[in-house]
C-alpha cells in the first residue's frame, strides 16, 4: 500500500507558518501582505475559488481586497491592472481566470508587473523558470507538488518523470521545474499530451507520474510500476447517485487500484489541490518582502 | 542510406531572400534593419563569430554596428543595453556571449528590450514560447533546427524526440518547440542530460534524436532506431593530424556509422550550425517590421 501524500496537512503546516511570518511582518513594519483580486464576470466556479482564496489570506494575516464586476470592457481592465500596478499598497494581483469572451487573457497577464505576478503566470516569470528556475513567482499548483515532494523527501533526481499534460499551469511547468539542476529535481522528463501514441509504454516505464489532464480515473493499475510515485492533479466532477451532492470529485487516476501499486499517491481531493492556495498565500508574502526591500 | 539534411543550403537561400526582402524595405521606408552587436573582451571564438554575423548581415542587406571593447564595468554595459534599446536606429541587439568574468549576463539580458531581444535568450521571449510560441523572437538555433524540419517536410506529430542535453539556448527550447501544437511539431518530447540513467533505452526507442551536449560522435549506430531523424547540434573540434589545422570538427553524432540508419540526418558542418546565423538575420528583419509598425 501506498504512502499517501497528506496536501491538506502541508497546506495546513503553510498557511499557519505564514499567519506567524505576517504578525510578524506586521510588528516590523505596521503593514501586511495584500493580494488584489480581479473577478470579472458570473462563472460560478470562478465566485468559489475567489471565496476560498479571501478566506485563506484571512487566516494567514493576508489582507484581500477584492474587485469583482459583472461585466468589464478591456480598456477599463487594462486600467484597472495598471492601477493595481502602481499601487503601494498591493503586494500580488490575482486575476481570476478564465476571463468572460471579449477580454483578451493572454494581454491582461502580459500588463500585469511581474513582480506582483503572484500566480506565476507572466511570460517574465515563465521564462524565468525555464532558463533558470528563478522567477520571482512559481506558477501555484506546479509549485505545490514540488513541495509535497520535498516534504515527502522524495528524490527525483535520475529518476523517470512522466508528466500527462502540456497545459500553461500544470503541465509545462512542472516539466521545467523538474527537470533542472534542483534539489529533489534533476529528473529525465517525457510530456506526454493527446497526440502521444504509446502513452502505456511511457506510464509502465515511469517512476514518477504526473496526471494532469482532466480525464477521470484515467490512469490505471495495470499501465503503473511497482513502487510509481503518482501525483494527482486532476480535479474531476463524476455524477454519483449515493452522494448527496450527486456527484464526487475525483482525479485523474483510479485511486482505489493504483494506490496498491505506487509507492507515494496524492489522493483527490486532499492531495495536490490543497496546496495551489498555500502557494499562492507564499507568493503573496514573498511580493510584499521582495517590495519591501526586505530579503526573502 | 540517410537523406542528409542541407543547412547550407537553406541558410543560403534564407540570406538570399532577405536580401530581396530588405532592399525591398529599403525602397519603401529609405532604412535598412540594423543589428546591433556587443562584444566584451577578447574571446578569438566570439571575435570569429562576430566577424560572421557581420558578413551576413552584410550579405543580406542588413546594417550592422558593432561595439568591441577590450573591457567594461557592468554599469558601463548596462548604458549601453540600454542607450541601444532607445535608438531608434537599432532594430535587434547581440550581446555576444560569455561575457568576461564580472559581468552578470543574466542581468544585462535582461536589461534588453525583448522587441530587439533577436538572441531570442530574453526572459519575456522565453516565457512566450513555453506559453504559446508566439515570442517576438525564438532563439537562433533550436528555431533554424525547426527551419530545416519544415524545409524537409518531416512531420513530427504523435513522434517520439528524444532531446539530449538542457541548455538554455538549445536542449530546452528545442523541446518547448516540438512539444507543442504546432504545424511539423506536436511530439511526445523527452528531456535527457547527465543525470539520465538509461539513455540507451531512450535513444533506441527515439523517432528522433536532437543532440546538444558537446560530446564528440557520442550518438552512435547500435542506440538509433532505424529510420529515425538525427538532428547533430554539436560542434566539437577534435585533434586529426592527417588535418593541416591539426583538428578537425565533428558533432556530437557518429556520423559515419549512424547515417546509414537514419532516414534523414544532419552533418556537421553543414547542418544546424548554418541555420543559426541565418535566423539571427531573421529575426533582425523581424524586428525591424514590428518597430516600422508593418505586418510580419
Redesign the interface.
Known amino acids: 500500500m501506498a504512502i499517501i501524500i497528506d496536501g491538506n496537512a502541508l497546506s495546513k503546516k503553510i498557511k499557519d507558518n505564514l499567519r506567524v511570518e505576517t504578525d510578524a511582518l506586521f510588528d516590523k513594519t505596521n503593514k501586511r501582505p495584500c493580494l488584489a483580486v480581479v473577478l470579472v464576470g458570473e462563472n460560478p466556479a470562478s465566485h468559489i475559488y475567489v471565496a476560498s482564496k479571501e478566506k485563506a489570506c484571512h487566516h494567514s494575516g493576508i489582507l484581500s481586497k477584492s474587485y469583482k464586476v459583472e461585466n468589464m470592457k478591456e480598456t477599463e481592465l487594462e486600467e484597472l491592472i495598471l492601477k493595481l500596478n502602481q499601487d503601494p499598497e498591493i503586494n500580488g494581483i490575482l486575476v481570476q481566470l478564465p476571463l468572460p469572451e471579449g477580454l483578451n487573457e493572454?494581454k491582461i497577464i502580459d500588463l500585469i508587473d511581474p513582480i506582483k505576478d503572484v500566480d506565476g503566470f507572466?511570460?517574465?516569470?515563465?521564462?524565468?523558470?525555464?532558463?533558470?528556475l528563478k522567477p520571482y513567482f512559481f506558477p501555484c499548483t506546479p509549485w505545490g507538488i514540488y513541495e509535497l515532494i520535498k516534504e515527502y523527501k522524495i528524490d527525483l533526481?535520475?529518476k523517470?518523470v512522466v508528466v500527462l499534460g502540456?497545459s500553461?499551469i500544470v503541465g509545462?511547468p512542472i516539466?521545467?521545474i523538474l527537470?533542472?539542476k534542483f534539489p529533489y529535481a534533476?529528473?529525465?522528463?517525457?510530456?506526454?499530451?493527446s497526440?502521444?501514441?504509446?502513452l502505456e509504454e511511457?506510464l509502465k516505464r515511469a517512476d514518477v507520474i504526473v496526471a494532469a489532464i482532466g480525464k477521470p480515473e484515467f490512469v490505471k493499475e495495470e499501465w503503473v510500476k511497482q513502487g510509481a510515485v503518482i501525483i494527482d492533479v486532476g480535479i474531476n466532477r463524476v455524477a454519483d447517485e449515493t452522494s448527496p451532492k450527486g456527484y464526487r470529485v475525483t482525479g485523474d487516476v483510479d485511486f482505489q487500484t493504483v494506490e496498491k501499486k505506487a509507492s507515494y499517491i496524492t489522493p483527490v481531493p486532499g492531495g495536490v489541490g490543497a496546496m495551489t492556495i498555500a502557494v499562492l498565500l507564499q507568493n503573496t508574502v514573498k511580493a510584499f518582502k521582495i517590495q519591501n526591500g526586505m530579503k526573502d
Open positions: 493572454e507572466h511570460p517574465y516569470n515563465t521564462g524565468k523558470l525555464w532558463i533558470n533526481s535520475g523517470e502540456r500553461n509545462k516539466a521545467g527537470l533542472q534533476d529528473a529525465t522528463v517525457t510530456v506526454c499530451h497526440r502521444t501514441k504509446n511511457h
